[in-house]
């Protein structure tokens, strides 16, 4: 084990900072029912939380190009009405935050959900005090990649160090993102991804809590590198 310091610490969204269930299912099932597509089963639905939104119509829903289209715009016309704060932040995660912001620690947002979207989801809930940015994708689908999210933020005048950096988030395309980046990452097993799809797509460590990712960051600051 190496002792890691880190100074800046990108978290994703979805699955890591909010529990968005409710939300995106609802926002899901609109947008299939205004298409007259078939019901999707709960397992499938669930799939959804984590990956960019057009990835996931196209690959579950088995839609073309068009009607993946059609599905994203269905899909927001619900979400950011009423899906958005179908939401909640998972408990400790406030005082978390808190307490990584007292130890001199500088906070990122990182998700493939639109900027505009995240950005109100963490105002609601009161946590934007706590972020020096939130970065996200585009509304016309661009920079929907969690590897080009994160490289957007090296390339702002945030002055993160790849070597005191780390990636959190509980999907695959977190630890990808980061390995592609050259940073660390911590899959979070508290979100929608599993420990094996976490540890096979080059999760550094895995913290199984809130409160097991807190020690993690402020007082053991040891993973595996």
Do not use: W
Not at 24 to 52: C, H
Not at 119 to 134: A, C, G
């Amino acid at each position: 084990m190496e002792t890691k310091n880190y100074e800046s610490i990108l978290f994703d969204l979805d699955g890591t900072l909010t529990n968005p269930k409710e939300g995106i299912v609802n926002s899901i099932n609109y947008a299939l029912q205004k298409m007259n597509k078939p019901k999707l089963q709960e397992s499938e639905l669930l799939n959804f939380i984590g990956p960019p939104i057009q990835q996931s119509f196209s690959e579950i829903c088995q839609l073309n190009e068009k009607e993946v289209e059609i599905a994203v715009r269905f899909y927001r016309e619900y979400f950011s009405k009423n899906g958005m704060i179908e939401n909640n932040v998972y408990e400790g995660i406030p005082e978390l935050l808190e307490e990584l912001n007292l130890n001199g620690k500088r906070l990122f947002v990182a998700t493939s959900k639109p900027t505009i979207f995240a950005k109100q989801i963490i105002s609601h809930f009161q946590l934007d005090h706590f972020f020096v940015e939130i970065v996200g994708s585009e509304l016309d689908g661009t920079r929907i990649n969690k590897a080009e999210i994160i490289d957007y933020l090296f390339l702002g005048e945030n002055d993160c160090v790849k070597e005191s950096t780390v990636m959190i988030g509980d999907r695959f395309h977190d630890m990808i993102g980061a390995k592609l980046n050259n940073i660390d990452s911590i899959g979070v097993t508290y979100g929608y991804g599993s420990e094996d799809e976490l540890i096979n797509s080059g999760a550094n460590a895995l913290a199984n809590s809130v409160d097991h990712l807190k020690r993690m960051l402020l007082l053991d600051n040891k993973i595996k590198s």
